[in-house]
């Protein structure tokens, strides 16, 4: 027992980490590239789920617990994105410096007024989630709040770097004031078109393009498309023509092909998030390549 | 020390008035809550889960030759029945303490029973990998322990689960937990539990039990992940009562024949390997996933055995030895279809010395006290079920079981298992 203990002992010291780089766990890649360009080489990422996985589905896995017990930071959605596996992941890790008390607890979405929130809380409606939608990376100025709340964090974890995160932040919002600018004047006249999605994840985007969503291919939030759902649609096509179906390249594309063969209407098949397709590398190159390919198919 | 003690107490206690005030404000000022991902509010995350099923079973008592049953062990009973109701509470306590309770509300005989399955703490800050559990839980041996029914892949626990721990093992104690800081998961686990429940036995000093656990896993690229682990239990005892007597049918017996069949100074120890392997392409598990899994537990167990039945009685020295594995595969193949097989697979080998004969015969010792061997028994099962959404889930299911005396059990169950309340954790 005294040697299981020494060795214990031994294998922590040896481990204990030297505090040179921010060690920063990310549940979706979207905060990984946030975190990358406002912490440059001062931070170590890790993204828990890549652009091909549904954040909702994912499972508190042995990988994901080793990972929670050496972060410093934690950023994650919240609104109960994760809720089926990130509060089980703090409770595993025995860290204590991640916990939801702690300033290595961040949550996005917790930073910013969402949209969608329901009114009434029923699971009839599906899966709901009470904090209302999380997808809050696709408004660029919700983007930008978020960006600043986790550099003020970044500067209170690690305060020897305080001036350098500053400084990411000031180049990164100028970058991204620019960007902005161009993507308005790119996407105006997607404003008033319409559009069916497949889960309510694009709906701060197209609320920002003042694009319209007619009717989402999931029957109730988190369910998969029925076929009597999907010939409900056949019929609200017929009488409100949408200009295309935007799905994330993740998601199930077969009602979405079903419904576009019956009506001619384009598919769109977008990255959801960094590292969704070739092009999209990080925010900025997200963000041109989905509005892109919108604008090019509903032209 | 001391008065280092209350400084920090104190500047603690302010600082957490000072966060109390700057929530009232902040809440002030966002209306819509920008809070953390909490269950409701204050009040603790409750979920409710709601099981039922329609089994058909032409046999009502559990028969392993070679394994005397304890817990929960046992086979469902014919035709309609309610199953395993748990409720279930859970919260942050603070910021230094998590606690949870859950309670199976089960009906069975003509009476509805509340079981406490678990109820304990959990330190949240003791940091550098280390968690201190303290209550009643289920052990952290094996993969499937610590996973309550209602989560599992098939309608009942595997053969060897039931054979050797009665269920679940389930206790009260200690549980403390390290997870080292490699990049590979590994967590070791030590538990110090009262050891007064089976499959160990009443001590004087009910805290018998001691349990340790390794787990190591990872992933394989992206689309595979796996865990392999080794748990190792040990007590003794100085009685436990058996309940897997053998029956033979009350009818035909006029007076009622009090049996008493107990193991004395026990000694017990359990080792154990599991193996987890899951698949899903690209690692998103909605549309199709697989996943494999197989545990295996070798139980060895000594005492004095008596066996009372009415004026007669038998004595022998017991050593006895009983292993058992299951393996199975589930497999999604759609959206919300999953369809599984598995395989169980038990073997007791168990001997005796100085036999006492005082009315009851060896033979007769042996097939009465359920410590008498047979051939094998083995258990096939193959389960298709359906979750339209997150929270329900139908099944059906059937299983042939030979209890190893040459009789062949069809059982098929058809099962409904829902979710209420907050949202369920997703376990690996």
């Given amino acids: 027992m005294k040697t299981v203990i020494t060795l214990t002992l031994s294998l922590m010291l040896i481990a204990s980490p030297a505090f040179a780089k921010v060690n920063v766990f990310t549940c979706e890649p979207e905060w990984q590239a946030l975190v990358q360009a406002i912490g440059g080489e001062h931070v170590k990422t890790y993204s828990a789920t890549t652009a091909y996985q549904d954040p909702h589905h994912i499972e508190a896995r042995p990988s994901l617990i080793a990972k929670t017990r050496r972060a410093d930071l934690l950023v994650c959605t919240g609104a109960e994105l994760e809720i089926g596996w990130l509060p089980l992941l703090l409770r595993k890790s025995g860290n204590a410096d991640v916990q939801a008390s702690e300033l290595g607890y961040f949550l996005a979405a917790s930073h910013v007024e969402r949209i969608e929130v329901p009114v009434a809380l029923d699971r009839s409606q599906g899966d709901v989630h009470a904090s209302g939608n999380p997808h809050v990376s696709w408004d660029p100025y919700r983007l930008q709040t978020i960006a600043k709340a986790l550099s003020k964090r970044l500067q209170e974890i690690d305060p020897n770097n305080a001036t350098n995160y500053q400084q990411k932040l000031k180049q990164f919002n100028q970058q991204w004031t620019t960007a902005i600018t161009r993507w308005e004047v790119m996407a105006a006249n997607l404003a008033g078109k319409k559009v069916i999605v497949y889960h309510k994840n694009w709906s701060y985007l197209l609320k920002w393009l003042g694009v319209e969503v007619i009717a989402d291919l999931e029957p109730k939030p988190g369910l998969p498309p029925t076929s009597k759902h999907l010939s409900h649609l056949l019929s609200v096509t017929r009488d409100n023509a949408p200009d295309a179906i935007l799905i994330a390249n993740y998601q199930d594309d077969k009602g979405a092909k079903w419904l576009s063969n019956k009506t001619g209407i384009p598919v769109i098949q977008l990255p959801y998030t960094v590292g969704g397709s070739d092009q999209a590398i990080d925010l900025f190159s997200l963000y041109n390549e989905v509005l892109s390919l919108i604008i090019k198919e509903t032209r | ?424 954790a997703h376990t690996f």
């Avoid at chain 2, 309770?101 to 069975?108: L, P, Q, R």
């Avoid at chain 2, 039945?309 to 004595?315: L, N």
């Avoid at chain 2, 410590?371 to 099944?395: C, Q």
């Fill in chain 2, 1 to 424: 020390m001391n008065t280092l003690f209350t400084q920090n107490k104190i500047t603690k206690v302010v600082l957490a008035m000072a966060g109390l005030s700057m929530m009232t404000l902040s809440s002030g000022v966002n209306a819509a809550g920008l809070g953390k991902i909490s269950g409701n509010e204050f009040n603790p995350a409750i979920s409710l889960i709601l099981d039922g099923r329609y089994t058909d079973i032409n046999s009502s008592e559990l028969e392993l030759p070679g394994f005397q049953l304890g817990g929960e062990a046992g086979l469902p009973s014919n035709g309609f029945a309610t199953g395993h109701n748990e409720l279930v509470m859970s919260a942050n306590i603070d910021d230094s303490y998590f606690g949870t309770i859950n309670m199976a509300i089960v009906h069975s005989d003509g009476e509805t029973e509340i079981e406490l399955e678990e109820a304990f703490i959990e330190t949240l800050k003791l940091g550098n990998g280390f968690t201190l559990k303290a209550g009643q839980f289920f052990s952290g041996i094996g993969y499937l322990n610590s996973i309550h029914d209602h989560a599992h892949d098939f309608a009942d626990r595997p053969l060897v689960y039931d054979a050797i721990f009665g269920g679940h093992l389930v206790d009260t104690g200690l549980q403390s937990t390290w997870v080292a800081p490699t990049d590979l998961y590994l967590s070791f686990g030590a538990e110090l539990t009262t050891g007064s429940k089976f499959p160990s036995g009443e001590n004087e000093g009910n805290n018998e039990g001691r349990a340790f656990f390794v787990k190591t896993g990872g992933d394989i690229g992206i689309s595979s992940s796996w865990q392999l682990g080794a748990s190792y239990y040990q007590s003794e005892f100085d009685v436990r009562e058996a309940s897997g007597a053998h029956d033979h049918g009350g009818d035909d017996h006029e007076e009622e024949v009090t049996i008493d069949n107990e193991l004395l100074n026990g000694d017990i120890d359990i080792s154990g390997i599991d193996f987890v392997y899951k698949w899903a392409p690209k690692g998103n598990n909605k549309q199709t996933n697989f996943k494999f899994q197989a545990e295996y537990f070798v139980k060895n167990e000594s005492g004095l055995v008596e066996f009372v039945e009415g004026d007669a009685s038998a004595e022998a020295l017991y050593d006895g030895k009983q292993q058992g594995y299951y393996m199975q595969g589930v497999y999604q193949f759609m959206p919300a279809w999953r369809i599984g097989l598995r395989y169980d697979h038990l073997k007791a080998d168990n001997k005796f010395s100085d036999f006492e004969d005082n009315g009851i015969d060896e033979e007769e010792f042996l097939e009465e006290s359920g410590y008498g061997t047979a051939d094998e028994p083995n258990k096939f099962s193959i389960m298709l079920d359906y979750a339209p959404s997150h929270f329900s889930r139908l099944r059906l299911q059937y299983s042939e079981l030979d209890n190893g005396h040459d009789e062949t059990n069809e059982i098929i169950t058809l099962q409904y298992s829902m979710s209420l309340g907050s949202h369920g």
